[in-house]
């Protein structure tokens, strides 16, 4: 069993920057991939960013070019940045093990408003 806690998620203006944070329980190393999804009020969660081991991204259009996904020590990251009203959702962070068992975090409350 992987334990996954989250942090970073909190109240910003539009135009602001958040990170939000995701600490696995095991080593980084057995992880195949990490992916950030998010969930709106009224609509299906939907896959943001996805980092593998190798360190190799993709991202949904919405956000490219405004959010990163990285990797630091044992931490997977998302820098979110220029911020948008629809950018409010619950962020979570979800990893995929090699043995290809799947985990999710809790989920981080990120709310864009003015």
């Known amino acids: 069993q992987v334990q996954l806690v989250e942090s970073g998620g909190g109240l910003v203006h539009p135009g602001g920057s958040l990170r939000l944070s995701c600490a696995p329980s095991?080593?980084?190393?057995?992880?195949?991939?990490t992916d950030w999804y998010r969930q709106a009020p009224g609509k299906q969660r939907e896959l943001v960013a996805s980092?593998?081991?190798?360190?190799e991204t993709t991202y949904t259009d919405s956000v490219k070019g405004r959010f990163m996904i990285f990797r630091d020590k044992n931490t997977m990251n998302l820098q979110m940045n220029s911020l948008k009203p629809e950018d409010t959702a619950v962020y979570y962070c979800?990893?995929?093990?090699?043995?290809?068992?799947?985990?999710w975090g809790q989920g981080t409350q990120v709310t864009v408003s003015s």
């Open positions: 095991v080593s980084w190393l057995t992880i195949a991939r």
């Open positions: 980092i593998t081991r190798a360190s």
């Open positions: 979800k990893v995929v093990r090699y043995e290809g068992d799947q985990y």
